[in-house]
């Protein structure tokens, strides 16, 4: 199965950006829906961004739409979330996660097979 590692999370002030990225090893990469999923402090775990298997399609939370976009380059196995006009809302522990042969709608709804260990955004006001 696919291991996951996250990095690129920060402190940003609002309206800035960051790009996290999450590296794969291990599985077949290519063959894993993906997403990225946020914890705020005191909420549960909610669903922000996912990218098909294919690669063809993605979608998005309601609260990041317009502001975030997720990328994958499977010769590199990495997934990208690139995140812009960020507001202190977005503070949360983002993780990535995988699932076999998903969907991106799916990944939105369906428990994932894997999980990053997560990386800390921080947007001060």
């Known amino acids: 199965q696919v291991q996951l590692v996250e990095s690129g999370g920060g402190l940003v002030q609002a309206g800035g950006s960051l790009r996290l990225s999450c590296a794969g090893s291990?599985?077949?990469?290519?063959?894993?829906?993906l997403g990225w999923f946020r914890q705020a402090p005191g909420k549960e775990r909610e669903f922000a961004a996912a990218?098909?298997?294919?690669?063809?399609?993605?979608y998005y939370a309601d609260s990041v739409k317009g502001r975030f976009t997720i990328s994958r380059d499977n010769a590199k196995k990495t997934v990208y979330l690139q995140m812009n006009s960020l507001k202190p809302e977005d503070t949360a522990v983002y993780y990535c996660?995988?699932?076999?042969?998903?969907?991106?709608?799916?990944?939105?709804?369906?428990?994932?097979?894997?999980w990053g260990q997560g990386t800390q955004v921080t947007v001060s006001s």
């Open positions: 291990g599985g077949s990469f290519s063959n894993y829906g």
């Open positions: 996660a995988a699932r076999w042969l998903t969907t991106a709608r799916n990944m939105g709804v369906m428990t994932p097979d894997k």
């Open positions: 990218i098909s298997w294919s690669g063809g399609t993605t």
